[in-house]
Nanobody
Framework: QVQLVESGGGLVQPGGSLRLSCAAS????????MSWYRQAPGKERELVAT????????NYADSVKGRFTISRDNVKNTVHLQMNSLKPEDTAVYYC?????????WGQGTQVTVSS
């Protein structure tokens, strides 16, 4: 059974940093691309960043380029999102995602709030 569990969210002031983590289980983690998405109140869920199976290829939404870094640990089966220079518009629920076979698997999400 595929399971994705996010952690690391919280309240941070503008300009601050947070590091999100997603612990994966129930599939061969090192074979799959992993992604972070976010959904702000009243908005559609959007892709934030992706990382290839061995971590060599990463992609970012234009809105987070230069501020966020996605990484993975294929020994610990975890994927991280380091978020720096946070802005109020980064406030959202952040979700980890894997596409395993034909199934889109999501975690439960972790809330990130950027506010003074």
């Amino acid at each position: 059974q595929v399971q994705l569990v996010e952690s690391g969210g919280g309240l941070v002031q503008p300009g601050g940093s947070l590091r999100l983590s997603c612990a994966a289980s129930g599939f061969t983690f090192s074979r799959y691309t992993m992604s972070w998405y976010r959904q702000a109140p009243g908005k559609e869920r959007e892709l934030v960043a992706t990382i290839g199976p061995i971590g060599g290829i990463t992609n970012y939404a234009d809105s987070v380029k230069g501020r966020f870094t996605i990484s993975r640990d294929n020994v610990k089966n975890t994927v991280h999102l380091q978020m720096n220079s946070l802005k109020p518009e980064d406030t959202a629920v952040y979700y980890c995602k894997a596409v395993v076979g034909m199934n889109h698997q999501w975690g439960q999400g972790t809330q990130v709030t950027v506010s003074s």
